[in-house]
């Protein structure tokens, strides 16, 4: 199936008929979307990513991998017609919650097309979850990472939990026991000072 896929592709050449098939941007992007879009909610080929549709969020696939393939979109050119953005699958950015935050998560921007919703961040964890295990269970339900490594966003890494559960993992707990103590940030910040 995923040759079909490329062969079918391959075998129309460039939507503009004006440069060489493999060398147009438009050509390999429609391509590319032929290749790993699902045919149905649990599409899987050997050796592939299985790539499910995030509930929440219309148009956006979260990937066995942990990566997100945004929607495509459209923009008007000055002189007519329409330009097709096809985006590639990605894990996201790396980015802090805070400053001073000692863990990272990756986050990607997801553009909406409705009228009142805007363009905004969400965290890949989330959305991989939410794919992979279904919308959250109860209101305040937060992602737990089962091997505490935040940038690890496969589902098998990932579940729903309470933010109790989330504080009582054995390495956040040896975190905080190792702040006790000489090693307070409070303690450390008198110790300075002359």
Excluded at 60 to 70: D, E, F, H, N, Q
Excluded at 114 to 134: I, N, S, T, Y
């Amino acid at each position: 199936m995923f040759d079909l896929a490329y062969n079918k592709a391959a075998s129309r050449g460039c939507p503009t008929t004006l440069c060489p098939p493999n060398q147009c941007r438009q050509w390999r992007a429609l391509m590319a979307i032929e290749q790993i879009t699902p045919k149905g909610d649990d599409s899987q080929h050997l050796g592939t990513e299985i790539w499910k549709p995030v509930p929440s969020e219309p148009g956006v696939l979260a990937s066995s991998w942990g990566r997100i393939l945004l929607a495509p979109g459209y923009a008007p050119l000055p002189n007519g017609g329409f330009r097709l953005y096809a985006p590639e699958p990605r894990l996201g950015n790396v980015a802090k919650s805070s400053k001073t935050a000692r863990h990272e998560y990756r986050h990607v921007m997801v553009k909406r097309y409705d009228a009142h919703r805007r363009q905004a961040p969400r965290k890949v964890h989330q959305l991989v979850c939410e794919a992979f295990h279904g919308p959250k269970p109860f209101e305040k339900a937060v992602v737990i990472h089962k091997d505490e490594n935040a940038l690890n966003n496969r589902p098998e890494n990932l579940k729903w939990g309470t933010q109790k559960e989330n504080l009582n993992a054995p390495g956040f707990k040896a975190y905080c026991r190792s702040r006790a103590g000489k090693n307070n940030p409070y303690n450390k910040g008198k110790a300075r000072k002359p």
